[in-house]
């Protein structure tokens, strides 16, 4: 096996919805210290009516070369003044945190079937606290640069100095979140993002004059470490019956997982070869539904290469992308003319050209920590509340991959393993650390949310809380 690698992989994500309203803004009285009335989006076609105020449009990270991220914001539905603000990352890299957390997850509004319509998200984490949705980094769904040269520098501590550089300024148009209690969130591939945006913030928060109130971080089947991450996924895909006993021994006998270079090893590569090509018969991000494959989309299945950088030394990667069913929906949406009018991304007749998942800044990803696990200890130790939780039929990111990675950390633990309940069910379990919790839900796939809305809601608001998840019925 060379160096290229090239497997497929097929995406999922199934949403129904329907709803046919249109939103004229409410013109409410607002506060009056935001900078950011151009920003408030008064006319999104397909949109329920609500209560509570939405924002979207750019922000300039970098004037001299023209670097400008994309973001979404909605205040919570009541009492936005009194709620902590949450910043959601998804992954890929390459992948656009407004087409899958605000409108396929976790947002007040999600993308309908027909690509004409949203609907409304009964379960969204708007209930819980303000919620901004970024497009990370340029490249990535409306974000862009006006350097393309800079697109092959793309990288993990690129991507967290823009992100930081995006906080400061998005708090000059909404200074009334300057100083608000902030959390980052975020699933996958932002399992790197996540605590490497959280370091740049603690360090920077030396400078009183830049600080930002963060006090925790929320990860779902977090990318965290790709030794345990392979070894995890390898490991899951044979006690799942993926594979053969035989391929599990070949891999078992072949790769070095912790080696700077496992794939130099023909018999390694072939034995993940095939896991990979097994996964190719069924969704690995969520091993047991088939309700998307069931639907016409199956046709559309979009053919995904993992790639390897021998001069970065990168594992080979795997997008944390996601859906056939979806995406298109929301390449339909987002591409409209009125819609990009409406979110400020173009003035509808220079459009912009947005996809779910940008491929080639996933090929050409130049810069990736191997483990973020240094960072948590960091991160522990300045107090922060980390929660980590896991849907537990994923193949991707699996429970195991996170298992490994956080028992790599040897933290005491303070409360020892018990289930958390949801409605008088089980929902998953949850252990606590000395400075972390890590929770499982189970019969969940990568992107929680989408499979277990109301369960995740009431685990979000116990994170917020500080609190335990419910361990009592
Ligand atoms: C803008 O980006 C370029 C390239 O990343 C960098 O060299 C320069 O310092 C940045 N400018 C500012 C003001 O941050
Ligand atoms: C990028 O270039 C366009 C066209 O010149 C300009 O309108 C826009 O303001 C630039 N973006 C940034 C962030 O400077
Ligand atoms: C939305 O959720 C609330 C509880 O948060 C519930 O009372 C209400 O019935 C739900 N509405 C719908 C349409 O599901
Ligand atoms: C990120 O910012 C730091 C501090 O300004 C700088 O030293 C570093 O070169 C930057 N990295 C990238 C990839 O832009
Ligand atoms: C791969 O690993 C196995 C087990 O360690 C070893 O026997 C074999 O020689 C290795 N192959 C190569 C090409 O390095
Ligand atoms: C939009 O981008 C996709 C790939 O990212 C490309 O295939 C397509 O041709 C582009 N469309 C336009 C109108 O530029
Ligand atoms: C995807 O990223 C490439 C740079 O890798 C950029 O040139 C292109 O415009 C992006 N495509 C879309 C559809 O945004």
């Known amino acids: 096996m060379d160096n290229m690698y090239s497997v497929i992989l097929i995406l999922l994500l199934c949403l129904k919805a329907s709803s046919v309203c249109s ?32 924002y979207a449009g750019y922000v300039t990270v970098n004037e001299t070369n023209g670097r400008a991220l994309f973001y979404w914001f909605y205040e919570a539905i009541t009492k936005p003044q009194d709620k902590p603000l949450v910043l959601w990352l998804n992954g890929g890299p390459g992948c656009s945190s407004v087409g899958y957390g ?102 920077r928060n030396k400078d009183p004059s830049l600080h930002i109130d963060l006090k925790g971080i929320l990860l779902g089947n977090p990318e965290t470490s790709d030794a345990e991450d392979w070894s995890g996924m390898v490991d899951y895909a044979w006690s799942h019956a993926v594979i053969s006993d035989e391929t599990y021994q070949t891999i078992k006998a072949s790769c070095d997982f912790y080696s700077s270079d496992p794939w130099s090893n023909k018999s390694c590569t072939q034995g993940v070869d095939e896991v990979l090509k097994q996964y190719n ?61 409406a979110l400020h991304a173009s003035d509808g007749h220079n459009m912009r050209n947005w996809s779910i998942c940008n491929h080639s800044i996933f090929k050409g990803w130049a810069q990736s920590k191997p483990s973020v696990i240094p960072i948590y200890r960091k991160l522990i130790s300045a107090g922060l509340r980390i929660w980590v939780y896991s849907g537990d039929t994923d193949g991707r990111v699996p429970v195991l991959s996170t298992r490994y990675s956080l028992s790599s ?63 009592t019925k």
């Open 102 to 203: 605000a409108t396929q997850e976790i947002g007040p509004f999600l993308v309908d079937t027909d690509g004409e319509n949203l609907k409304f998200n009964n379960f969204s984490w708007n209930k819980e606290a303000n919620m901004l949705f970024l497009e990370s980094p340029v490249g990535v769904g409306f974000s862009y640069s006006n350097t393309t040269s800079e697109y092959a520098q793309l990288g993990d501590d690129f991507t967290a100095n823009d992100t930081y550089t995006f906080l400061h300024n998005w708090f000059l148009k909404f200074p009334s979140y300057r100083t608000r209690t902030f959390y980052i969130a975020g699933e996958s591939y932002a399992g790197k993002y996540i605590p490497e945006l959280a370091e740049l913030i603690h360090d």
């Open 23 to 54: 939103y004229r803004g409410p013109g409410g009285v607002r506060s009056g210290d935001n900078n950011n009335n151009g920003d408030l989006v008064t006319n999104l076609p397909g949109q329920p009516p609500v209560d509570f105020q939405h």
């Open 409 to 471: 950390l040897r933290l005491p633990i303070t409360k020892r393993w018990r289930p958390w309940y949801h409605q008088k069910e089980a929902s998953g379990w949850y252990q606590e650390y000395e400075g972390l919790t890590f929770a499982t839900f189970r019969g969940a796939g990568h992107a929680v949310p989408c499979f277990k809305p109301s369960n995740s809601l009431a685990f979000f608001s116990s994170f917020l809380r500080g609190e335990s998840p419910p361990s």
């Open 281 to 341: 018969e069924i969704d690995i991000y969520s091993l047991y539904t088939s309700v998307c494959f069931a639907s016409t989309a199956r046709s559309n299945y979009q053919l995904m290469q993992t790639v390897m950088h021998p001069s970065f030394k990168m594992m080979p990667r795997i997008m944390g992308g996601y859906d056939p069913c979806l995406d298109n929906y929301a390449k339909t949406f987002y591409n409209r003319p009125d819609v990009q009018k």
